[in-house]
């Protein structure tokens, strides 16, 4: 069902006419007033509750618990954040993309390429704190995946 509003608006034309076209007419119009698009990502994608969002390249992961419309007619989202379990509130615009939640796999994976990375001096030298950042991070991330 791609627009159910536009397809209750065709069902009444095609009643044209008959008993409960207007009525489907109106229903269609009151819908309309009442109804939301869902604010859409980067990459057109829409952005449900329960989705896994990241605001721009560098940023946190969220988890999306409501969309809606600011004062300024503005898509916004409510997530929680990845380490953490205050709720925000985040404008939406072109920098946020949709993100795949954290599996065993991956999480190996991504450690795997960061030790490979490092093993071959690419990008920076992370200091002893960095490292213990880093190791924190995966330990909360993979405690998040099994429980």
Same mark, same amino acid.
């Given at each position: ?6 397809? &209750?608006?065709? &069902? ?8 409960? /076209? ?5 229903? /269609? ?25 990241? &605001? ?9 618990? *409501?969309? *809606? ?45 960061? /030790? ?32």
């Amino acid at each position: 069902m791609e627009d159910p509003i536009q397809e &209750l608006r065709d &069902l009444a034309v095609s009643y044209h006419g008959e008993v409960g /076209a207007i009525d489907m007419c109106e229903i /269609a119009d009151e819908i309309e007033r009442a109804y939301m698009k869902l604010p859409l990502d980067a990459d057109g994608v829409p952005i449900h509750v329960g989705d896994y969002v990241r &605001l721009n390249p560098e940023g946190g992961i969220f988890t999306v618990r *409501g969309v *809606g419309v600011n004062s300024a007619g503005n898509p916004v989202m409510w997530g929680v954040r990845e380490l953490n379990t205050q709720t925000t509130r985040h404008r939406i615009d072109g920098e946020v993309r949709h993100v795949q939640p954290d599996t065993v796999e991956s999480l190996l994976e991504e450690a795997l390429d960061d /030790a490979a990375m490092l093993d071959r001096g690419v990008g920076y030298w992370p200091s002893a704190a960095d490292i213990t950042n880093i190791v924190n991070d995966y330990a909360e991330r993979i405690r998040r995946v099994v429980d």
